[in-house]
């Protein structure tokens, strides 16, 4: 059975920025869909409830997740029926124990961001614009993207979600993009999974869809999981 591929963005951001990549892989012949924590979200819990209430229970699945959507894959894959995951420049979770929702080293500058309330500012607001302009193609993405955004306070990224054992035997592999999530890239190698990067930012599967669909897919052909021409 050929599986369908869910494409998991970040509780941070939201759909738009796996669209692109979306219509590539579609027009290839996958079932394509994106599952997103599009409800309003406070911790992990939240996160994790609305990734389970998007993904369909009776479909054999590739996880494709993003960003900070890479910390739930533990949870979801002992959850639906997973075939393989392959992480895209995001975080990956260890083989057991807990998995920060922000990495320990970042919460200083988000605790200095936090208001009074405890929110931190949307994603994009985190930096300097003349750090975040280039990470989108053009403007209409950039405020499509920015749309979606979800405020979120600091105790989610504070928090930990626990690591269920076993995940981690099921298919992955990895695709970064340039040195950012270099850690987690080594990582996946350790593991011996199939792994690739691409230079380019965060955000390269809006400023190049058709190179990250041509790899995603490359990375899936090594995990040999069945494809519509198989």
Known sequence: MVPSLALLPSPLLGPSVWQPVARILADRGWNTMICAATAPVRTGQDALAAFLAALPTEQDLVLVPHSNAGAYVPDLVMQRRVAATVFVDAVLPP???????????????????ADDDGLVP???RWWDDADVAPLFPDAQTRARVE????????SYFEGM???PQGWDQRLGAY???GETYATEREEAARRRWPVTTLPGTHLHLLTDPDEVAIELLALIRQLDVNSPQS
Do not use: I
């Open 95 to 113: 083989g057991h124990g807990l998995v920060p929702l922000a990495p320990p080293a970042f919460l200083d500058l988000l605790r200095a961001k």
């Open 122 to 124: 949307v994603w994009t």
């Open 147 to 154: 749309r979606e955004q979800q405020q979120l306070p600091l």
């Open 161 to 163: 979600l626990p690591v």
């Open 175 to 177: 695709l970064a993009f």
